[in-house]
């Protein structure tokens, strides 16, 4: 009889179990400019792209070729790439949030995708000048100042 009445209470046990370990629901981050920040860019290094009018303004990092970062200003930043090529490395700082278009198609799909995309308020747009008036070979700035 006892085993009777412990199997029995095992089998309520495993039933009633997950009902008190479930903790609920994650909160899922919201999508789009202005929502939960998920990064913040100082002065990263970025491959800009663009076309002539401005209206297509998105960045790539070097060496990551599966995220795309949208910019939610395009028409507040194209003027400041008035002397950049599509394509250029320059300096982006800025606040990084989920692409809701992304959000909403991963979350339908059944396996995980290796390509991410953001969007990304831009704060400020700036060139790289790193190594621009550095010598080539070693040659000095400026040779005047060589002594034989």
């Not at 085993?3 to 008190?20: C, S």
């Not at 278009?101 to 953001?118: A, F, G, K």
Request: glycine content about 6%.
């Amino acid at each position: 009889m006892t085993g009777n009445t412990l199997r029995k209470f095992f089998v309520a046990l495993i039933i009633i179990a997950p009902v008190f370990s479930y903790s609920g629901c994650k909160k899922q981050a919201k999508c789009g400019c202005g929502q939960d920040v998920l990064l913040t860019l100082t002065e990263s290094s970025e491959n800009i792209y663009f076309n002539a009018t401005g209206t297509i303004l998105y960045f790539m990092t070097p060496g990551d070729l599966y995220s795309t970062y949208n910019f939610c200003n395009p028409s507040e930043m194209f003027p400041k790439l008035a002397n950049a090529k599509s394509g250029d490395l320059l300096q982006v700082s800025g606040h990084v949030y989920w692409d809701c278009n992304y959000v909403y198609q991963s979350s339908n799909s059944s396996y995980q995708s290796l390509y991410r995309i953001y969007v990304v308020q831009v704060t400020d747009l700036s060139q790289n000048l790193y190594g621009k008036n550095k010598p080539a070979s070693g040659t000095p700035l400026n040779s005047a100042t060589l002594k034989n």
